[in-house]
């Protein structure tokens, strides 16, 4: 069954006008992001840099969503294309404004990268199945590097706010508020078909958790991960 067939008229201009808003957001943010780049300290740019690119993915993705959702089309391929290489990256650019050691980024990043590649690839076969115990069984698998990216990272992040200045370690907090509380709508979401695969109104819910989550983790974040890096560019002088 079309997940979109079920929405009542108001719920499918509902989710429509989420979805355009959110590619409005991304490509808004991506042009931003580009005027902040020389804002920061050079060692830090590279964040900013990583930041515009993830909205930018992220903005084309949501056009394409957009477009063939007003087309009575849903593809959620495009939303795991577009996790499959924003991810990774948001870890990236986390870990750059940190202040972590080059050879403890290099070992985050060998544990991190390929721990996000694996709870995306293992998300998408129950994410498109239409049977309850394949969701379940995907929604289990996915959960164990979910929760190892999550807690490794809230740990990252809890140790830099020790060390860093008030402005520094505000920053952080804020940014680690974010993480964790975004990153819990998408294991909730994916599983409103599991509960009634016919309901429009958590199809709804979906579509609109799963756009607003995309926005803040990734539009809201790079915008606290250009605060930390102007707070950071602030303390080296």
């Given at each position: 069954m079309n997940p979109i067939d079920s929405l009542s008229?108001?719920?499918?201009?509902?989710?429509?006008?989420?979805?355009?808003?959110?590619?409005a957001v991304m490509f808004g943010a991506f042009v931003y992001f580009l005027t902040q780049i020389k804002a920061v300290k050079e060692q830090y740019r590279s964040a900013i840099a990583v930041s515009a690119v993830v909205v930018g993915i992220a903005g084309y993705h949501y056009f394409r969503?957009?477009?063939?959702?007003?087309?009575?089309?849903m593809n959620e391929g495009y939303r795991y294309a577009d996790w499959l290489i924003t991810v990774p990256l948001l870890v990236i650019e986390l870990l750059i404004v940190l202040g972590v050691s080059t050879e403890l980024r290099k070992k985050l990043m060998t544990s991190l990268l390929p721990a996000t590649v694996l709870m995306i690839g293992l998300g998408y076969p129950g994410e498109v199945s239409n049977n309850t115990g394949t969701k379940w069984l995907f929604w289990f698998l996915a959960m164990g590097?979910?929760?190892?990216?999550?807690w490794t990272l809230y740990g990252q992040l809890k140790a830099a706010a020790l060390r860093e200045t008030p402005a520094v370690a505000t920053a952080i907090k804020n940014a680690t508020i974010v993480l964790l509380g975004t990153w819990m709508v998408y294991p909730?979401?994916?599983l409103f078909p599991v509960f009634d695969a016919n309901s429009g109104t958590l199809e709804t819910l979906r579509q609109v958790g799963y756009t607003f989550a995309d926005i803040t983790a990734k539009a809201l974040y790079g915008l606290m991960i250009i605060g930390i890096a102007k707070a950071r560019s602030a303390s080296d002088n």
């Open positions: 008229e108001n719920q499918f201009t509902l989710v429509y006008n989420v979805l355009s808003f959110g590619t969503i957009w477009s063939d959702f007003g087309e009575m089309k590097p979910f929760v190892f990216i999550l909730i979401a994916y």
